[in-house]
């Protein structure tokens, strides 16, 4: 079985932003509701076709969603983030995940404070 954690959560945040289910993801996109819920599962990679499906669906630059499906490279301008990015990725999986806990968490204390 394959996983692919970050694209399946970047995925569900997306949907969860615009407040779709999987079967409205399918219908825009032109993927099936089966596909998407593989990609969901993580029991199936994001290709590049289905990249841009889902790119053309939540209307974001095919990049972006290429960059979160991990086919390109994370693109940084501020090297303070390159350099995080690089600690990050020398993490294992737990430890990945507990980074990214916090993380949502200042992200949402920063959006509340607003």
Request: glycine fraction near 8%; charged fraction near 25%.
């Amino acid at each position: 079985m394959e996983n692919h954690p970050e694209f399946k959560q970047w995925l569900q945040n997306e949907m969860e932003d615009r407040h779709w289910i999987q079967s409205e993801l399918a219908r825009r996109s032109g993927l099936s509701t089966a596909q998407i819920s593989r990609l969901l599962v993580g029991t199936r990679g994001p290709g590049k076709g289905t990249c841009v499906a889902i790119a053309r669906a939540l209307r974001l630059p095919i990049d972006v969603v290429l960059r979160a499906a991990g086919i390109l490279p994370p693109n940084f301008t501020d090297e303070s983030a390159d350099g995080l990015y690089q600690r990050i990725i020398q993490l294992p999986g737990d430890m990945r995940q507990q980074v990214e806990e916090y993380l949502d968490f200042l992200y949402e204390r920063k959006r509340n404070a607003r």
